[in-house]
């Protein structure tokens, strides 16, 4: 297939690319940045892309969006987070309404912060969406997404968890306490994490777009989500670090506010939809996902 990515260039959409790549796929990455490479085009995301470019790809994949974090969500950085996906995604759709012929199938960036906190229970693609910020963007971003549907185009829909990889990710900020001998876990340590390592994130896009049977929203987390002191005892023993250091939530949420309290909560997400059309983990559990990190840094 010849491929589209959006934020190619990113964490995700590096390795998503060549592993595609090694696949036999031809990939073409569009991103802000001026250059004269074969294999990208500069696109500024609120602009539609050109039907003859438009018109000569297989797949489109959307990873285009400011990061959510870290650092604090101001009124106008709230208006960036939604801005950027929601304007990307729309015009993406508006151009593959212009082309012809049309991609045959969109992948689209979502994320598990559609449902909202959530305490023991499990959250599966049927769960409903919650009424908070994140949430609200991720309705919003899914919305746009789908307008691609009424054109005959297939759509996937990835709610995408907290992404581990050695160079960027949810790892980022977690490893830097540990690194000096401070880490340990956020609040209480009860709220779950669910968590994918980036060949498995990049892993289910693949999957996506090879398997016509796979569309509608579909849950990017490890089959085996974990609590945040399960998952901050797994990262001390990755780096050969303690982690009894807890860190209190009133720190998290006068230090982050509204991300801070989203930090302290969490949500026990299964990716039932892929389990289901027969995916394959390579890294279900998070020790090993762990250990496969940092044993190749």
């Not at 950027?84 to 912060?113: F, M």
């Not at 990755?238 to 209190?248: C, E, G, N, T």
């Amino acid at each position: 297939m010849r491929i589209l990515i959006t934020g190619g260039s990113g964490f995700i959409g590096r390795a998503l690319s060549g592993e595609l790549k090694n696949s036999g796929h031809e990939v073409i990455i569009a991103t802000r940045r001026r250059n004269d490479s074969n294999d990208r085009f500069t696109w500024d995301s609120h602009e539609l892309i050109p039907q003859d470019i438009m018109s000569g790809f297989d797949a489109v994949v959307n990873l285009a969006g400011e990061p959510v974090a870290p650092g604090r969500w101001t009124k106008e950085r709230k208006k960036r987070i939604l801005a950027s996906r929601v304007n990307a995604t729309r015009a993406l759709a508006e151009s593959i309404r212009n082309a012809n012929p049309k991609p045959k199938v969109l992948i689209s960036a979502s994320a598990v912060g559609y449902y909202g906190p959530h305490g023991d229970e499990y959250v599966t693609e049927e769960t409903p969406p919650a009424s908070d910020f994140l949430a609200g963007v991720c309705r919003a971003w899914e919305a746009e997404a789908l307008k691609a549907e009424e054109l005959g185009v297939r759509v996937v829909l990835v709610r995408i968890g907290g992404v581990l990889g050695a160079d960027g990710g949810a790892l980022a900020q977690m490893v830097i306490p540990f690194k000096f001998f401070l880490g340990g876990q956020i609040g209480n340590g009860k709220q779950w994490f669910s968590w994918i390592h980036r060949d498995d994130m990049a892993g289910i896009i693949k999957y996506a777009l090879e398997n016509e049977s796979v569309s509608g929203p579909v849950n990017a987390t490890a089959p085996g989500p974990v609590t945040n002191r399960e998952f901050s005892r797994a990262l001390g023993k990755a780096l050969h670090r303690p982690s009894f250091f807890a860190v209190p939530g009133i720190v998290i949420k006068l230090s982050l506010g509204e991300l801070g309290g989203m930090l302290l909560t969490g949500q026990r997400v299964l990716p039932e939809k892929v389990l289901n059309a027969g995916y394959k983990f390579k890294y279900p559990e998070v020790g090993e996902a762990l250990r496969a990190i940092f044993e190749k840094k």
